[in-house]
């Protein structure tokens, strides 16, 4: 298949295969410009023995990692939000702290994507 022309269109691959990269244990993808595969080894609650693993919790690790991978393709920085799904996840328990709701912080670089002739809001006068 052809990519697309558009810059803002990504290719994502998900896969069950454990991904490494020199010393890191916690890694959940890696990317290029307009390509990026993600691993959900690490997010599986089997992988840790979790007693309370479910597959609800595997979509949100999975979903927060995959919106985390769509921002950085937009070439979006990551949030200092803990909270926010972009901020980094340094293990399955921040991965887990993480909320599918992106910080006021992701919103406006968003903003600027969206409507880059706009007045940038963050700018002093």
Do not use: W
């Not at 890694?27 to 691993?39: C, E, M, N, R």
């Amino acid at each position: 298949s052809r990519r697309s022309g558009d810059h803002r269109t990504a290719y994502v691959g998900l896969t069950e295969a454990n991904l490494f990269s020199g010393d890191s244990n916690y890694v959940f993808s890696q990317a290029l410009p307009g390509v990026s595969i993600l691993s959900y080894h690490m997010m599986l609650g089997s992988t840790f023995g979790e007693q309370t693993a479910t597959r609800r919790r595997l979509i949100e690790r999975i979903a927060k990692s995959l919106t985390s991978t769509g921002m950085l393709q937009l070439g979006l920085t990551r949030s200092t939000d803990p909270s926010c799904p972009t901020s980094y996840p340094n293990g399955i328990q921040r991965l887990d702290q993480q909320t599918l709701i992106l910080s006021d912080e992701i919103e406006r670089q968003l903003d600027r994507l969206r409507n880059p002739t706009a007045p940038n809001a963050d700018s002093s006068p």
